[in-house]
């Protein structure tokens, strides 16, 4: 893991690249031809944009939706940036408060609404556990939903000393649930296990530059030619019922670079879940010059012998400049089960829809 954070937060690593493959296989899926949009809510959520856009990802258009106006002066100008709730918040933060995030969401729909028309893939971003984004993404998600978007949420779960945000978390992914395809899960309390002696700062700058390189890889390889393409319709199918999932992602070098990478994502899973029994994944290969069609199927060989053999799996892969004879792999799982995480959600779940009225007061 420690090569691995050395590559993502030293720039070894990359998210995009205005120099990409010229010689790809297909340019059947252009940027023009589908509208994605990114947004990210909060801070958080703003951090993950920031970087995919300073990554030079292209192909989808880049949103900002905060309570507080201070957030959009560290932001990229490049950024659309929309305050949400000003008549409530006057522009100050939701105060970490869910209810607060979600009345801003919900009395400023229509800036929502307008950011998200006519696109057929959303990818919304956040940090639960405070107030604009677990409480507003929801609404998001919703709003995108009923404009006919596929929609995937990508979300990091707090530290386990964060005792009050994590009931607000999973209160939150609950409700984000309801109206996303996908919810994809970073839990900061892995990333602890896996790099513990990781600084603070550092720790949350690599939890961002994992969401923005799934995000990013995904949207690179629809929009981009590239050796081996994943189109919409491949996304559709997998994340379109994926319910709950997670990130993985691995770099290796030298001779064996296929087997470090593919090896290393298996290790470092950012939800405390398996492989086995997952319902899809999408597995992205990123490689410079020397990268192989034979090196990148067998990475993705290697991966998918540890998951259902019913499971769907689309695979794509890119050639990067520049990108030296390393490889990286980005796995974005679906369908996945034995998360502590998950556990509490599904008992929730099943409380609530076991007791239709337990939000009644008792009369008599």
């Keep these: 893991m420690t090569d691995l954070v050395s590559d993502l937060l030293g720039g070894n690593a990359s998210v995009g690249d205005d120099n990409a493959d010229k010689g790809a296989v297909s340019d059947e899926f252009s940027s023009s031809e589908i509208k994605i949009v990114t947004a990210g809510f909060g801070g958080g959520g703003a951090n993950s944009v920031n970087r995919l856009i300073k990554a030079g990802v292209k192909g989808t258009e880049f949103v900002s939706f905060n309570t507080d106006s201070q957030h959009f002066k560290i932001i990229d100008d490049r950024i659309r940036k929309v305050m949400i709730g000003k008549s409530i918040t006057r522009g100050l933060g939701a105060g970490g408060d869910p209810a607060v995030g979600k009345k801003a969401a919900e009395v400023d729909r229509s800036l ?90 550092k720790a949350f700058a690599l939890a961002d530059e994992v969401i923005a390189k799934a995000i990013g890889g995904l949207v690179w390889t629809i929009t981009q030619p590239s050796m081996i393409n994943i189109d919409f319709a491949d996304v559709r199918s997998i994340m379109g ?43 992205h290969v990123s490689g410079g010059s020397s990268l ?61 829809a076991s007791d239709p009225y337990s939000d009644l007061e008792m009369i008599g």
Excluded: W
């Design 292 to 352: 192989s069609l034979g090196d990148a199927t067998k990475a993705g060989e290697i991966i998918t012998e540890r998951m259902d053999p019913k499971a769907n799996v689309k695979f794509g892969a890119r050639i990067i400049p520049g990108f030296d004879d390393g490889i990286e792999i980005v796995a974005i799982v679906t369908g996945v089960k034995g998360s502590s995480i998950i556990g509490k959600l599904d008992t929730k779940q099943r409380e609530s």
């Design 112 to 201: 929502i609404e307008k950011e998200f028309q006519d696109a057929q893939l959303v990818f919304l971003c956040g940090g639960m556990g405070g107030g604009t984004a677990t409480g507003a993404l929801p609404v998001a998600a919703q709003i995108a939903k009923d404009q006919g978007a596929i929609v995937i949420s990508m979300v990091t779960y707090p530290f386990n000393l964060e005792r009050v945000r994590k009931v607000k978390a999973e209160e939150g992914i609950q409700e984000l649930r309801k109206y996303s395809d996908s919810v994809i899960i970073l839990d900061n309390n892995r990333l602890v296990q896996l790099v513990p002696n990781l600084p603070m700062d």
């Design 241 to 283: 019922h994926g319910d709950v999932g997670f990130i993985a992602i691995g770099t290796g070098r030298g001779t064996d670079k296929v087997n470090l990478a593919a090896e290393s994502v298996l290790k470092n899973k950012l939800l405390d879940v398996d492989f086995e029994g997952a319902g899809g994944a999408i597995i």
